[in-house]
Nanobody
Framework: QRQLVESGGGLVQPGGSLRLSCAASGFSLDYYAIGWFRQAPGKEREGVSCISSSDGSTYYADSVKGRFTISRDNAKNTVYLQMNSLKPEDTAVYYC??????????????WGQGTQVTVSS
């Protein structure tokens, strides 16, 4: 069965860091672009970052650019989201998802269950 499992969320103080992991099972992430999304209570889901599987190109939302870094480890079949300089407005449930292709475009089909990130003093 194709599954994505996010982990690494938790409670951190403003300015702190977390590294989220997106581990795939039942398929290889080598052939898909992987996106990170987040959704806060009462807000719509928003795209955070994406990494392609073709040339490794990465993309970031303006709100996280310079603070977050997406990467992939094909040997571990895992994609990471390193989050630094966290702000309270980063508080949300974070999801990873596979795109329909290698590039960061088009739709996403498989989603993980999400991991909670809370940034609070």
């Amino acid at each position: 069965q194709r599954q994505l499992v996010e982990s690494g969320g938790g409670l951190v103080q403003p300015g702190g860091s977390l590294r989220l992991s997106c581990a795939a099972s039942g398929f290889s992430l080598d052939y898909y672009a992987i996106g990170w999304f987040r959704q806060a209570p009462g807000k719509e889901r928003e795209g955070v970052s994406c990494i392609s599987s073709s040339d490794g190109s990465t993309y970031y939302a303006d709100s996280v650019k310079g603070r977050f870094t997406i990467s992939r480890d094909n040997a571990k079949n895992t994609v990471y989201l390193q989050m630094n300089s966290l702000k309270p407005e980063d508080t949300a449930v974070y999801y990873c998802a596979t795109a329909w292709e290698r590039l960061c475009r088009g739709g996403y089909d498989y989603w993980g269950q999400g991991t909670q990130v809370t940034v609070s003093s």
